[in-house]
Structures are given as C-alpha cells and as structure tokens.
C-alpha cells in the first residue's frame, strides 16, 4: 500500500483528494494536516510515503515544509508532491530545490493525481517535460532557498560522470523517463535505470527531480536546447 498524508487548509479540497485516492486499491490516506507544523507532526508520527501539500499553506508553507521534511533523516523515504493554484508558481523551482519530488495543478483531473501518487511513490520524480522546459527557462537564474543537499558539492561530483552518464542525466533533465532514455540511446530499459541509478547516487541526489535541478544550474543542460 502507498501510504498518503494531505496537506491543505482548505477542508474541502482534502476531501476531495481523499475521495480520489481512498478509492485506489493500492492507496491509503493515513492522516491530513491544515497547516505546516500540523503537516510534519503528522509525517513524523506516520511516516508516508507520499506528502502531498499546498505550496500556500500557512504556518509554515508549501515550501519550508518540505525543506524540513527532506532535511530530516528520520523521513529520508517521504516523498513529496506540491500542489498549487497555478502551474508556474514562482514558488514551484524552490520547491523542487528544497527536496520535492514533483508537483501538480490543484485542478488536476484523478487519474493523472492517482498516476502522480504512484510514480512519486515509486522514486521518480513528476516532472512532465513541457512543465520542466517552461520552469527552468523562467526561474533557473533566480536566487533561490538553499537545497537540502549541498549543491556545490553535488555540481563537484558531475565531474566524476562518465560520458554516458553525462548523456543520460541531459536525457533525465528533458524529462525522459527510462524507458525513453533507453529508446534514445539504444540500450535496455534495465541499463538505462542503472546509469540513472548510478547518476544519483554520485551526485548525492533525493530523486530525478534533484537531476533535473543540477543538470540546469551546472549549465549542463540550458533552457531552451
């Protein structure tokens, strides 16, 4: 089961993501929260597998509360998803920067929520390439909340990639998943999830969607190629 904690204060729209999710056979909503701190008593206490939280909330936001969540050792396995009103959210790139793992339109239909749920679940990050394309080439150059991983020394370690590796972290920033990665470089499925394996763990990331970060603010990958 994929273990689900809902962030928001608005009563109404948890409801409507429980009625969602709890419908799944595979997904269970362990708790809810109405504002930041409620939010990380309930990830300390169940231990989700899924966080999904509105960048807005109060006390404290979105943003800060995944910072903390991704920063505490206790919860290194908690993934988070954030949700917003809009879907270029100046907000969004720190998010990703602060350790989320994707994030969606509060208007979201429930299969792509339910989809969301699962492949965040799983390790990877949701990040569609049209959504990472626009985000990067508006917000890369801004300055933004310190990453929970130290990024200088993760932009140290792309020196230690192979050549290969180089290709399949340009190929995770474009958004690709494994199976395209795979179909783009002429390999198996299965050596193309080791490469982007190996890519993370050399580069000290949480998930894909620390790649796609480093791959920009390195200059690896620019807005726009």
């Excluded at 995944?66 to 206790?74: M, V």
């Excluded at 499925?189 to 920009?216: E, F």
Aim: net charge neutral; proline share 5%; aromatic share 4%.
């Amino acid at each position: 089961m994929i273990r689900v904690l809902l962030a928001d204060d608005q009563t109404l729209v948890r409801a409507g993501f429980r009625a969602i999710l709890d419908g799944e056979p595979d997904i269970d909503v362990v708790a809810e929260a109405g504002d930041g701190e409620q939010t990380l008593r309930a990830a300390a206490r169940h231990r989700p597998d899924v966080v999904l939280t509105d960048i807005r909330m109060p006390d404290p936001d979105g943003v800060h509360t995944t910072a903390r969540i991704a920063g505490d050792p206790h919860l290194a396995a908690v993934r988070v998803i954030i949700l917003t009103g809009f879907d270029l959210d100046e907000y969004v790139y720190g998010a990703l920067r602060a350790g989320a793992s994707g994030f969606l339109v509060k208007d979201v239909e429930p299969a792509e929520l339910v989809h969301a749920v699962r492949v965040v679940a799983r390790g990877d990050a949701m990040l569609a390439p049209s959504v990472t394309a626009r985000l990067i080439a508006r917000f890369a150059r801004r300055p933004l909340l310190p990453a929970r991983l130290s990024h200088r020394a993760r932009l140290r370690a792309l020196r230690t990639l192979t050549a290969r590796e180089r290709e399949v972290l340009e190929l995770v920033a474009t958004g690709l998943s494994n199976d395209e990665i795979a179909a783009e470089l002429v390999l198996s499925p299965a050596t193309a999830k080791t490469h982007v394996s190996h890519v993370m763990t050399k580069l000290d990331a949480r998930d894909r969607a620390q790649l796609v970060i480093t791959a920009y603010e390195s200059g690896l990958v620019t807005p726009g190629t």
